[in-house]
Every structure is written in C-alpha cells, then in structure tokens.
C-alpha cells in the first residue's frame, strides 16, 4: 500500500506550481504573535494584494445585471464569474502576478432596502438604509463565494464592511450600532467561522472623527490625534461581539483621520490576543510626496501616528500612485477631494506620486518595520484587468502610459514577486486517507467522486482549485463536481489533472475497467495507473454530442496484485464526464494446451502480462496458434484478444 504524506516548505519563489493556485498553493492559518502574522510553524508572513468590491461601477462594468434587476439574487453568479477571472489574472505566477492577500468590500449596493428613494448621505448613511435580511442573503450567496474562491486561488482575505464611516462617528451612535449588527451577522456565520485561519475583518473604512459618547473629542490642537479612550470605547464592543459568537480569525483595527491616525490607541488598547492594525497610505500622508520624499522622515512620521507597528501586525489595506499634476480651480486653488486628498489628473489613481520619489520611500519604511502587509486600492492599480480578459496574459497596470515605470502597478508586480521568494510559509501536513474511511474493493464499483481525503496536490490535483461547478457534495474541495438531477459526477475536467482512490485488489489477475463517460470532444481521453506505474492504454471518450448522455468505455489492465494500493485517474486529454468507473476480472479463458484447438479462428491482439501489446496475429484453417506464436519463448504466458468479439484469451507457450 502506498500512503502520501505532503508537506509543503517554500523558502524560494514555487515556479512548480500553476498560476491558479496562487502564489502558495496553500493557506496555512495565521495569528498574532508580538507584532508579526505568524503560520503555526511559527513562521513570519507578510502578505501583499488588491483591493475589490462587487460593483458594476467600480468593475468599470465588465460585468453588468440591470437587465435582469440590478443588484439582485439573480446577479449574484455574474458577479462571482467576474470575481473567479480577478483571482485568475492576480495569482498568474507564470506572468509574474504574485498576490497572496485579497481585500473584500461588502459592496452596499446589493445591501440598501428597497424603494428607499433618495438619501443624502450614501455609503456613509447605510446606519439607516441597510437591510440586515439582505445581509445575511448575500453574505451567503456572493460575498462568502467570494471570499472561498479567492481562498482557492491561495490568497488570504481580508473582509471589510459594506461603505465608508460618516466623517464624525461617536460612541452610542446609530453608526456603532450598524456596525455591531453587521459584524454580529458576518461573525455568527457558520463558513466565516469556519474559514477563521485564513479570512480576517477589518472593523470599518476611514473614520475621520471618533467622538466620545457626549460628543466631544479631546485634540493636540484643530486637527492633532484624539487624546481619549474614543476609538477604543467605539471598537471594543465590536470586537468583544464577534469573539462571543466564536470567531477566533485575525481582527484588523481602523484609526482616525481616514486610517492614519492611532496614536490614542498607545494610552487606551484593544482588548484582545489576535488583532493588528488596518491603516491607509498615500501621497501627502505622513509627511511625504514627491516634493518631500524622505524615508527617515516616512519612518518617524509613521511611528509617530501608528505607534502600534512595533507591537502588533500592520496591513495597509489601502494604498496606491501614478505620476501626475495637482488639478486647480478658477481661482487658482488647489482643489480637495471628499477625503481631503488634493484633486489630481494622473493614470486613474487615488493618490499622485512617482515610483523613484514617494514609492521608493514608503518602501523603505514599510521594509524597516518588517510587518507591513499592503493591498494597492484595486486590481486595477496592480494589472491591466482589460488586456488580460482579452488576452488571458496578466501584465502590470498602466502598461501603455509614457511612465508606467513610475506607477504603482510596476513598482509592485516587481515587488509583490520579490516578498513571496522571501516568505517562508508552511502548509499543514496533510495525510491521504480513504473517503468514508474504507478502501474501495476490487472488483467493484467506484463513483469517480469519492476520491480519497487529503486535498490538493496529495489525493487529487485540479487546475483551478475552485469547484466550477454547482454541486455541495465534497463542499470545500477543488474538484469540479456536478449535481444533475441528483446525479453526482465529475466535470470540467482539463488535461494534467487527476484523483486518487485507495483500493483494496482482492485477487492477483487482469481486469477490466468500464467508465460511464459523456463528452462532445473527441479528443478526450484518460488512464489509469496503480501506484504510479501505468496500467492501461490510453481511454478515449465517446463523444456522444451532450453531456448528458453518457455510455460505457472499457480498457482491460495488466496484472494487478492483490493488497492494498492507490489507483490514480489521469486526464490526457480534456472536458469529459465521468460518472463512475467499475472493475472486473478480465473475461478469460485459461488453455491449457494452444495445440488443441480451443481458440476460435480469428483476428487477435497479442499483449504480455503486463499489458504491453506485442503484435497481431490471425487463426485460420491454414495457420494454428502454435504457428502464429512459434516466435515467442516457451513458457510466455500470453493474452489474445478478438478483434470480433473482445473476448481474451490466456495462453501459454509451449
């Protein structure tokens, strides 16, 4: 019997594995240990991704759903189709896309009551437009599918809630009491639970202002951080909400000033083992643009306002630049966006800046701490999203412009590929056992679905590690496995991928495996190996002209001994179905005796035991068997199969 154990070490950039499987092929779970991410080997992590949110408007509508609704149930699939196709470009290895780390928006459009006419306010108002009912549908239908397929792909997520604070939120307030809801919803989740190892929650997006409960907010000066227990007062009761209801994930904590000011937090901590802090950067933040762009500066300025990076995890959810002019107004003033920013005309960014000025200085601070992770603001600002749904080729945003070199995009498809050859990430240990705990007799019958235990690379291996398809049997696993009409078989299957099924072969002897396949290609084919070594011919599907119609196809082995083993399903050639498989001993008849005539006139392959054919041979009233298989040595024990009738016979040369 052969039993794998798999363990997966990578100190080094693993070109061996293919792009869909993200940059790791695993997710081992993380924690807070001091102020780093820790795996449970006890290794260091730091992460680096985008950020996204299921929205038509901000997915520049390559996705779109008003013509069945908007955002509706119905729009949901379109989304996540969308969705699979980020996750796809953003861990292209093999196109040097390098994200482990993927930021999740709960998009509030699919969130707000219905027919609540006009509200001012927008994302910022959802304290009094969300409807928690559709929270929890779409929590279960779009934003935790979601999440799973980004798993799938080997990024970690961070789930954020739906909109942006109000610019003054306080203690007691509608907005605290929103959030407590929507965390108490998303926290109380079964899968969010479940998935706690490698999907962590950031509190909420940008506060500005953080009030205390009567409303006031003790300052260094008009704008200088809160010197009182506000945000702590603010965020503490969510934190404690969702450890009650059993989530034990990584917690990540906003500041003031949109993400950039904790300094409250040093006199007034978090209560809690497992949390970081969730913080915002951009140009003219923390003392440095291009006109200012000085890491000694950059390092002290940050410490100064997140003092909380020498003793606990930092990620900076959002973060992004391009080359580009302050935009002015008529009267020659520099103008502001929402969030205080200064207007810009530049490549579509957020912020303005360039890669060898401010990029090159907010790298050095983030590498001097040693526990910053970063997401760019959106896939957008990291890969050219359009060329590569035209192209399937992932290449770094704003590839055209006349300095793409100075913009975030290739600064970080530079850098995202440098930091995953540095970390040090260990899978768990995974051990193949059988499914249901037995091995599969044999003879018998094997429903190609009940591969053995142990995930992906140890009992079965699939080139997109999400399930395509629509079936919850085997929930969690990569194997693409449909459900129709309650008939449970594989699908989606592509060439190079295969499964594993521990078998226990009752009788030394040949046999005979027939598949239950369907498929409208005529090129798909598969075999099967027993313990690694080859044990059939090349099996070519029947292409029946629809899916649904599935017949039988048959191969015969060589010898199998009896005992326990694992026989291995192996895709040559690609899409096919295939409901089961069952093997059989191979309808033999012993001779004892070639010369006495026992074997029919005919047409027959000749194949050795160990199912290699050897040649062709034809029986007639001239030409005996003894005269046809004079040229092999006494004693060979050989297998004739008719070309009429398929019946094998089991010879033995004298």
């Known amino acids: 019997m052969k039993r794998k154990i798999f363990t997966l070490l990578l100190a080094a950039m693993p070109a061996v594995f293919s792009y869909s499987q993200g940059v790791y092929g695993c997710t081992p779970d993380l924690h807070v240990e001091g102020n780093q991410l820790t795996d449970p080997n006890g290794n260091s992590i730091i992460l680096h991704g985008v950020m996204d949110t299921p929205s038509m408007w901000f997915n520049s509508n390559r996705w779109s759903s008003w013509d069945i609704g908007g955002y509706v149930p119905a729009a949901a699939p379109r989304a996540r189709e969308y969705f699979t196709k980020i996750f796809d470009a953003i861990t292209a290895t093999s196109d040097g896309a390098y994200c482990d780390l993927f930021r999740l928006h709960m998009e509030p459009s699919w969130l707000r009551r219905d027919n609540i006419g006009n509200v001012d306010g927008g994302e910022s108002n959802l304290a009094i437009t969300y409807d928690r009912d559709k929270v929890k549908l ?116 906003p500041g003031e000033g949109y993400q950039s000011s904790y300094e409250s937090y040093a006199k007034y901590p978090i209560r809690d083992n497992n949390f970081g802090y969730a913080v915002h950067v951009y140009p003219g933040w923390y003392g440095n643009d291009d006109n200012n762009a000085n890491a000694q500066t950059f390092i002290s300025n940050f410490q100064k306002q997140v003092p909380g990076v020498t003793s606990k995890p930092v990620v900076v959810t959002e973060i992004d630049w391009s080359p580009g002019e302050i935009v002015y107004d008529e009267n020659g003033q520099p103008k502001k966006k929402y969030d205080g920013n200064y207007e810009t005309k530049n490549y579509g960014t957020w912020g303005t800046a360039s890669t060898s000025k401010w990029g090159n200085a907010f790298k050095t601070m983030k590498d001097h701490f040693g526990n910053i992770s970063m997401n760019l603001t959106s896939t957008d600002d990291y890969l050219d999203m359009e060329y590569f749904l035209k192209t399937g080729i992932a290449r770094a945003s704003f590839s055209t412009k006349n300095n793409p070199n100075e913009a975030c995009g290739y600064a970080c498809w530079k850098w995202y590929k440098d930091y995953a050859s540095k970390n040090n990430i260990t899978c768990k240990e995974a051990v193949q056992t059988p499914f249901k705990g037995t091995a599969l007799a044999i003879p018998g019958k094997i429903e190609a679905e009940d591969f053995d235990e142990g995930g992906e690379g140890v009992s079965y291996h699939d080139e997109e590690r999400a399930n395509n398809l629509d079936s919850d049997y085997r929930k969690g696993y990569g194997v693409d496995i449909k459900d129709v009409d309650g008939n449970i078989r594989l699908g989606y299957t592509v060439k190079g991928e295969w499964l594993e099924y521990t078998v226990n072969i009752a009788e030394t002897s040949r046999y005979t495996i027939t598949s239950l396949v369907s498929t409208d290609n005529d090129e798909a084919s598969f075999h099967f190996l027993l313990d690694d070594e080859v044990i059939t011919d090349e099996i070519k599907a029947t292409n029946t002209g629809d899916w649904n119609t599935l017949v039988e196809v048959k191969a015969d082995t060589k010898e199998l001994a009896a005992g326990e083993h694992i026989l291995k399903l192996y895709i040559d050639n690609s899409f096919f179905d295939i409901d089961w498989f069952k093997i059989e001993p191979l309808d033999a008849t012993k001779v004892e005796d070639i010369a006495n005539g026992l074997v029919p006139a005919g047409a027959y392959t000749v194949s050795s035991t160990l199912g290699q054919k050897t040649g062709v041979i034809v029986i007639d009233n001239s030409s005996s068997v003894s005269d046809q298989l004079s040229s092999y040595q006494s004693n060979t024990i050989l297998f004739l199969q008719s070309a009429e009738t398929g019946k094998v016979y089991k010879v033995r040369v004298k």
């Not at 951080?225 to 059993?246: E, H, L, Y």
Request: net charge negative.
């Open 138 to 253: 779409y929590l279960e239908e779009l934003f935790v599918p979601i999440a799973e397929d980004a798993n799938a792909h080997g990024l970690y997520v961070i789930m954020r809630p739906p909109g942006v604070c109000p610019e003054d939120i306080q203690v007691g307030d509608a907005y605290q009491k929103y959030l407590l809801d929507v965390w108490d919803i998303v926290s109380s989740n079964p899968k969010v639970k479940e998935y706690a190892g490698w999907l962590s929650l950031e509190l909420a997006n940008e506060p500005v202002r953080v009030r205390q409960a009567d409303g006031s907010r003790p300052t260094d000066g008009t704008w200088g951080p809160a010197n009182s227990a506000a945000k702590t007062d603010f965020f503490q009761p969510i934190v404690d909400k969702i450890r009650s209801n059993g989530f034990t994930g990584i917690i990540w904590i």
